[in-house]
């Protein structure tokens, strides 16, 4: 059997540690959702000691993309500026109550979007099955410009037996048909 040198084993327990030490450090990072040529991406985030991961994911994603991601294209929905006014998370829901940058300029589907960011972030941690997202305490999307009366029936094309949507009150919007709860 062949024996091994002080040196050699004080060697091979320091590549051990570092290994480990690696690894270890890869368990306190979340990812969080950033848009790059249209599409979402995730981006990690080192998770500061003591802060619950979801907590700290939120966080991240508030905060943005750092200056060297925004560089080579990644973007956030969320604007720059904004902050957390209120975050309270539970193993089921997150409540994110957000400063009053982020409805400046808002809009379908900047809503979409922004909910699209949280929702696909937060999807990580599983039992988390609610987001609710507001801005003073009032739901994202109350603060959606009101949508525009439909107006007066069109007039039958046909006389008589008209077939068809004629004399029908029609209304589509991207959201037609859809429920948005603010979560």
Same mark, same amino acid.
């Given at each position: 059997?062949? &024996?091994?040198? %002080?040196?050699?084993?004080?060697? #091979? @327990?320091?590549?051990?540690?570092?290994?480990?030490?690696? @690894?270890?450090?890869?368990? =306190?990072?979340?990812?969080?959702?950033?848009? $790059? !040529?249209?599409?979402?991406?995730?981006?990690?985030?080192?998770?500061?000691? =003591?802060?619950? $991961?979801?907590?700290? *994911?939120?966080? *991240?994603?508030?905060?943005?993309?750092?200056?060297?991601?925004?560089?080579?294209?990644?973007?956030?929905?969320?604007?720059?500026?904004?902050?957390?006014?209120?975050?309270?998370? %539970? !193993?089921?829901? *997150?409540?994110?109550?957000?400063?009053?940058?982020?409805?400046?300029? #808002? !809009?379908?589907?900047?809503? =979409?979007?922004?909910? !699209?960011?949280?929702?696909?972030?937060?999807?990580?941690?599983?039992?988390? %099955?609610?987001? &609710?997202? @507001?801005?003073?305490?009032?739901?994202?999307?109350?603060?959606?410009?009101? $949508?525009?009366?439909?107006?007066?029936? $069109?007039?039958?094309?046909?006389?008589?037996?008209?077939?068809?949507?004629?004399?029908?009150?029609?209304?589509?919007?991207?959201?037609?048909?859809?429920?948005?709860?603010?979560?």
């Amino acid at each position: 059997m062949r &024996k091994f040198s %002080t040196q050699a084993l004080l060697l #091979l @327990t320091a590549v051990l540690l570092i290994v480990f030490l690696a @690894t270890t450090a890869h368990a =306190n990072v979340v990812s969080v959702r950033f848009f $790059a !040529d249209g599409k979402l991406v995730q981006v990690n985030r080192s998770v500061p000691n =003591n802060v619950p $991961a979801a907590q700290a *994911a939120i966080q *991240a994603l508030v905060g943005g993309p750092f200056v060297e991601e925004m560089a080579v294209g990644i973007s956030s929905r969320i604007p720059g500026g904004t902050k957390i006014n209120k975050l309270k998370v %539970t !193993d089921t829901s *997150a409540e994110v109550d957000l400063s009053s940058e982020v409805v400046n300029g #808002l !809009d379908e589907v900047g809503l =979409n979007e922004i909910s !699209d960011q949280f929702r696909l972030t937060l999807g990580d941690f599983p039992s988390i %099955t609610a987001i &609710k997202l @507001t801005c003073g305490g009032k739901v994202l999307s109350s603060y959606l410009p009101k $949508a525009p009366d439909v107006g007066e029936s $069109a007039e039958p094309l046909v006389a008589g037996n008209a077939v068809g949507l004629s004399g029908k009150k029609i209304c589509v919007g991207a959201s037609h048909g859809r429920f948005w709860n603010g979560s």
